[in-house]
């Protein structure tokens, strides 16, 4: 009847091999103070194999002390914690062995970050074991961020990488060794009146002497995870446009990575740069940049 605990409803893994990460969410949970809660929802969500979203607590303690490396005080302070934010907890006073975790659905999740969360993009995957302590977690859950090694990303400033994670300066660099994320230079040229692709140069003033230097732009970062399922994500996303209320402005686009990209942009910034084609390229295999 309802109520009833049913075998087999609530099963566990017997170790995940991976952890699905969603990057919006890790990062407005970083900013948030939230790490350490999402952590856990992703974790929970691994761990729960028939995908039903329910877990006996019993369970979930013994496979997050087992795969994750929790002390079983640590993880149930924080699934109090979490209660009611990212899963519920159906407590039986007069019978503990039956209480449920409820794993909170993915729309709800980024509902809950509404004001920072306006759509998700496709989720990246990174391997369970390495998903251990809370630094490594950190670190992953801010990796998340950027785009898989592999993948096509525009450049960024540490500021803005700041601005969008709460990350500082410092604390970045930590991160980027600990979840070995690859940095890649990123170079500023422009077309002469001949349509001749020239780097851009700018004055360096020395001690005694002054010099032309190329320009560089933001480096372009890439983690080490990879790709995973989008699942629901589309459906998701669409639910989030017609549920949330926003009023986000748009801010102006600065680098596109195809002609076709900056032809639709609606807002483009005052200094925009478009990613020279491969075969162009003054020198092979850089990355080089051409402002419109």
């Known amino acids: 009847g309802k109520g009833v605990v049913k075998p087999g409803d609530y099963q566990v893994t017997g170790g995940p091999s991976f952890i699905k990460l969603i990057p919006e969410l890790s990062v407005a949970a970083l900013k948030a103070g939230l790490d350490k809660e999402l952590a856990l929802w992703y974790e929970l969500r691994a761990i729960n194999v028939t995908g039903c979203g329910r877990l006996l607590l019993i369970d979930a303690l013994a496979a997050l002390v087992k795969h994750f490396d929790y002390s079983e005080r640590t993880a149930y302070r924080l699934l109090q914690a979490g209660d009611g934010r990212f899963w519920g907890i159906s407590q ?38 390495s ?132 032809i639709r942009s609606s807002v483009r910034d005052n200094e925009a740069f478009l990613l020279v084609n491969k075969e162009e390229r003054i020198i092979p295999g850089r990355m080089e940049w051409c402002m419109v």
């Open 92 to 129: 039986t006073p007069w019978m503990p062995s039956s209480s449920v975790v409820k794993i909170y659905s993915l729309k709800r999740v980024a509902e809950r970050f509404s004001t920072s969360v306006f759509r998700l993009s496709r989720p990246v995957e990174v391997p369970a074991q």
């Open 131 to 262: 998903f251990k302590g809370r630094r490594a977690k950190r670190a992953l859950l801010y990796a998340s961020f950027f785009k898989p090694d592999g993948s096509r990303a525009k450049p960024i400033s540490r500021d803005s990488i700041e601005a969008a994670t709460g990350v500082k300066r410092r604390q970045q660099q930590r991160y980027d060794k600990v979840a070995g994320i690859k940095r890649v230079a990123n170079f500023a040229y422009q077309q002469d009146s001949q349509g001749k692709l020239t780097p851009i140069r700018w004055l360096v003033n020395g001690k005694s002497r002054q010099w032309l230097k190329d320009r560089r732009l933001g480096n372009t970062y890439y983690s080490r995870a990879i790709k995973a399922h989008r699942g629901m994500i589309k459906k998701i996303n669409a639910e989030l446009q017609r549920s949330l209320y926003r009023d986000e402005a748009r801010l102006p686009k600065r680098f596109f990575l195809s002609a076709r990209s900056l």
